[in-house]
């Protein structure tokens, strides 16, 4: 636990031992939205943790479809040499060359044999065939029961990740509640005027867009920015102004709900475009142009709080992403974040 969820359950704790004052409004919101930063990281790393399942899942049902085959191959095989068998039976028993052709280890076989020319040249071909197929069956069942391994440990930690989530979320809601309804009041309103001011700042971009512009466009809905028209940039800006108001929601990718790096995902693919899965994944596909939030264009990725966070550049100090859990995506200044990075995709 860090240090600021550790004072926030200190506070909570102790409060009536010691009569330490109840922290104001101000400190509870810096507490919560500490926590809250902590469930996006949380979030991210169920994320990858979803992400990493579901290609185990595929990996694993592969190699259970190899082992039923091979196990088929060697079956056939062995029916062969039980063929030889039943045919020297007929004729006066079983040789011991054949009986140790149809033991369980091919090994254990060639050893004793001493050498190949005690064998006729089919019962040769068929007992290295055995071998052959046999060590391919033991082989992929060993990778399957890797596979699965990994799998059970995965699933472990998408379980930890999410109740890790659950816990910051109610440790934030826990402490909201110590606030009296006018408080609460303020801060949502404070919420609201960042919101207003973000959408003005939205509204403004879209208002430097010539009439010139939207027309080659094609729309009544301007590109954001400098965007070029039909480039994957306005495509992405697009494909995310349509997910405003939509709900955040923690390992989402849309198409009605999303976390930060599922907005950025879904936005994309729209426009063609494959990213990773989580923010830091998106951070490192394409490239870093540092903090200075001047040299940001119109569909670069900014990554926030040290890669916690991502959202969409749309210009004018202004970005789009899925805030936090209890919000819907919306437009947001990058004043009022910590920036990391801006990708350049």
């Known amino acids: 636990m860090t240090a600021a969820a550790a004072t926030a359950v200190a506070l ?3 409060a009536g031992a010691h009569a330490d004052p109840a ?29 990493q399942e579901q290609t185990l899942q595929k990996q694993v049902s592969a190699l259970q479809d190899q082992v039923a085959r091979q196990q ?11 063929e030889i068998a039943a045919d020297q039976y007929r004729n006066g028993g079983i040789s011991p060359t054949v ?3 149809l033991s369980s280890t091919p090994d254990s076989f060639l050893t004793q ?42 699933t472990k930690n998408l379980k930890a990740d999410k109740e890790e989530i659950q816990a910051k979320l109610a440790q934030a809601q826990a402490l909201l509640n110590t606030l009296t309804q006018q408080e609460r009041d303020a801060l949502a309103a404070a919420d609201a005027k960042s ?29 954001l920015g400098n965007a070029p028209a039909g480039s994957y940039a306005a495509a992405a800006i697009a494909a995310a102004e349509s997910r405003l108001g939509d709900p955040y929601h923690y390992g989402d990718t849309g198409p009605n709900s999303f976390d930060c790096s599922g907005l950025m995902q879904w936005s994309f693919a729209q426009a063609g475009i494959s990213l990773p899965r989580t923010s830091e994944e998106q951070w490192a596909y394409g490239k870093d142009l540092g903090t200075d939030i001047s040299v940001a264009q119109p569909g670069d990725l900014l990554i926030f709080e040290g890669g916690g966070h991502v959202g969409l550049y749309i210009g004018n100090g202004t970005f789009i992403h899925a805030p936090r ?11 009022y974040m910590n ?3 801006i990708v350049r995709i």
């Open 339 to 341: 920036l990391t990075a």
């Open 72 to 82: 088929d191959q060697v079956s056939t095989i062995q029916v062969g040499l039980g």
């Open 23 to 51: 922290p104001n409004k101000d400190q509870v919101k810096a507490q919560v939205d500490q926590l809250n930063q902590q469930a996006e990281a949380a979030t991210e790393k169920y994320d990858g943790a979803t992400e």
């Open 99 to 101: 009986q140790l052709m």
């Open 12 to 14: 909570s704790s102790q």
């Open 325 to 335: 859990a209890g919000e819907n995506v919306r437009y947001e200044q990058v004043a």
């Open 195 to 223: 919101a207003a001011d973000a959408a003005a700042a939205a509204k403004a971009v879209t208002a430097s867009s010539s009439s010139a512009d939207r027309a080659s466009r094609g729309s009544s809905r301007p590109v």
């Open 113 to 154: 044999a001493g050498s190949m020319s005690q064998l006729s040249a089919s019962q040769a071909d068929a007992l290295k065939e055995l071998k052959s197929e046999q060590s391919k069956l033991d082989q992929q069942k060993a990778e399957a029961q890797d596979k699965l391994a990994q799998l059970d440990a995965t």
